[in-house]
């Protein structure tokens, strides 16, 4: 069988652990010359660690592949530009970026730092951005390339004690949509995959009711080696059609997201007022309101 990613070179960050792990492995397996970057920090972004990416690396070489360790931070523009610069010095190209880095510091929001805000932000959006940012020199320069961004139902429905992820990763959908649409004409592609998988990050969720415990022992059942074949698809030929979309993997399902479209108008010949609209505007769009729901009202069904 042809291999999906034949000599193609590959970046995925936060690849160290859980599902950046899984990614890099098979993308190694189905033939890329993958970059392995990660700083080998904490789940809260603390410490550093060379180990993670050079332990993913051996294991890539020892199965045939190839790889090189990347330690370098995604949340500061100049050390995201060197992950790039470590693809074209060693394989001397780059055809597809992973934006998996991550890094969580739950609080509900009015007891919320603005440095954990601002960590999470740099980290998620902006380490999307900055190393997306470089890559897009190389493929506007050779008219190809692929980005894999990761989103989360926390910013596309909604969870509790999450304000800085969810406002990352909601700006990470339009980061995506905006590359699609500006390089699309380059032969460049960007699509958005939002992840149901039990890692070290997904560890950190409260569990002290009964129904928290719940929710994680159905989370823990989806392994993160299921979010990898997606992605590796999505990086190869075969997606050449396939751009500013967003999907969800949940064990064995593969879901497309919808987007923000218009449901419903009113219209008054005259003009509003706020009286106008109290008494008939809003009213009339009560009915299509989407209510406060959260990830785990939305997907109540077990994992399959």
């Given amino acids: 069988m042809t291999k999906s990613l034949q000599d193609k070179v590959i970046i995925v960050t936060g690849a160290g652990r859980g599902i950046g792990r899984e990614i890099a492995l098979l993308c190694a397996a189905e033939g890329a010359k993958v970059v392995v970057n990660d700083p080998g920090v904490a789940a809260d972004g603390a410490g550093s660690s060379a180990a993670p990416a050079e332990e993913v690396v051996e294991e890539i070489k020892k199965r045939g592949g190839t790889g090189v360790a990347n330690f370098e931070s995604v949340a500061e523009a100049i050390p995201a530009s060197k992950i790039v610069k470590t693809a074209t010095d060693h394989f001397g190209r780059l055809d597809g970026v992973v934006n998996n880095a991550g890094i969580l510091r739950d609080m509900i929001f009015h007891k919320m730092s603005v440095e954990a805000f601002e960590a999470v932000i740099k980290v998620h959006l902006m380490g999307s951005f900055y190393v997306s940012h470089a890559a897009a020199r190389l493929y506007r320069e050779q008219e190809s390339g692929s980005f894999v961004h990761f989103t989360s139902t926390s910013g596309l429905i909604g969870n509790f004690g999450q304000a800085n992820y969810a406002a990352a990763k909601l700006g990470i959908v339009g980061l995506s949509k905006s590359i699609a649409l500006d390089m699309g004409r380059f032969n460049v ?114 994992p399959i």
């Fill in 189 to 302: 592609r960007s699509n958005c995959v939002s992840p149901f998988a039990w890692t070290r990050m997904i560890g950190t969720i409260p569990t002290e009711t009964e129904a928290e415990k719940a929710r994680v022992a159905k989370i823990q059942q989806m392994g993160p080696e299921k979010i990898a074949p997606l992605c590796a698809y999505l990086l190869s030929d075969a997606a050449k059609d396939v751009t500013g979309q967003i999907f969800g993997v949940r064990m064995n399902e593969i879901f497309l997201f919808s987007q923000n479209r218009p449901l419903r108008s009113v219209q008054r010949s005259e003009g509003w007022t706020p009286q106008t609209i109290a008494e008939h505007g809003m009213p009339a769009l009560a009915g299509s309101f989407y209510k406060l729901d959260r990830s785990a009202d939305i997907f109540t069904w077990d």
